[in-house]
């Protein structure tokens, strides 16, 4: 008879926590450390006051003002601005 009086010890490998290799994502010229800036900077560009980056914690409103993001290319002070009296751009419908 076969015992099985011995403990089930179950393999679990322990899996190496997998280090995400660094991505970087590059659109219009500019390296992006990881796609998360980058899907920011799509959002950002696709925003109707965005006119240009000056760097990734500013870019300019169509107004010509010069916004300062709370976050790398994060749309949300932009948008904020934008519903601003102090914009002066009004997008077109
Ligand atoms: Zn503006």
Redesign the pocket.
């Known amino acids: 008879m076969v015992k099985l009086g011995k403990h089930l010890t179950k393999r679990i490998a322990k899996k190496p926590v997998a280090k995400k290799p660094k991505l970087t994502c590059t659109l219009d010229d500019i390296t992006f450390n990881n796609c998360e800036k980058l899907k920011r900077y799509k959002k950002l560009k696709e925003h109707p006051?965005f006119q240009e980056v000056i760097d990734e914690n500013t870019v300019r409103?169509?107004?010509n003002?010069e916004i300062k993001l709370d976050k790398t290319y994060h749309v949300h002070n932009l948008d904020n601005?934008?519903k601003n009296k102090w914009?002066?751009?009004t997008a077109q419908p």
């Open positions: 006051y409103c169509m107004c003002k601005y934008s914009c002066k751009f």
